[in-house]
């Protein structure tokens, strides 16, 4: 559904969340493949650590909810480099939920980490990409946004609001020549499950998740997930009707 990626050697990725989790792992990983990699974080401190004095990897630290310094960044990255192939929106924060202890200011957060600052993101990028004909925009969102589930509140719904998000930018922009990836972790180790006082299944380290979203990119895939064993489950309960959907989540998670 998007266009192969045979080699990654030069080719010019933006990370946006890149200090800790899946997204440090996947810029490592691009990193050991040849990509040239734009970090940012808020952490400069853990981007300085990882990008380790690599003359491929350009450090820009920022806050992705701050729209002007995403702008300022952004143009310091065509400075740099003259363009850009891939943009990879990581960034996502996760508050632990339910209706009957509603915090209002954890909400706000996660709209504005998760969902208002990919907005931020695409205004950022989108000249630049359409101008260009070419390049790719990757989505981190999470099997959350399948469908509702206990303890998600707030996340839950931010991250069905980006696979709905991907699946409207593939439509608009597949033909213009632009890759759209959507990509939807289930359990990763990050410092965001660790919260978690639960057993999550399927559970499975950054690095594997990293080496996931970079071989599915370089399928061309436009839905990126896993791991599998567990993804292609939750895909399936969507497929129910809500009466045996809401038994079965139940049943499963015992909420």
Sequence with gaps: ?????????????WVLGASTGIGAATAKHLLSLGARVALSAR??????QLAAGSGQALILPLDVTDRTQLLQARDRLLTEWQGIDLVLMVAGV???????????????????VNLRSVFHV?????P??????SGGIGIVSSVAGFGGLPRALGYGPTKAALINLAETLYLDLHAKGLGVYLINPGFVDTPATKQN???MPALISPQEAAEQIVL??????????????????????QLLPYRAYFWLIHKVTGL
């Design 94 to 112: 996760y508050h632990e939920m339910r209706a009957d202890a509603m915090d209002i200011g954890a909400i706000e957060q996660m709209l504005d």
């Design 122 to 126: 695409l205004d950022a990028v989108l």
């Design 43 to 48: 952490n400069e401190a853990a981007l300085q």
């Design 216 to 237: 599915g990119m370089e399928r061309g895939e436009f839905h990126i997930h896993f791991p599998r064993r567990f993804t292609n489950w939750l895909r399936f309960a």
């Design 1 to 13: 559904m998007n266009p192969k990626i045979q080699d990654w050697r030069g080719m010019r990725v």
């Design 197 to 199: 006082d639960f057993e």
């Design 128 to 133: 630049t990409l359409l101008a260009q004909g």
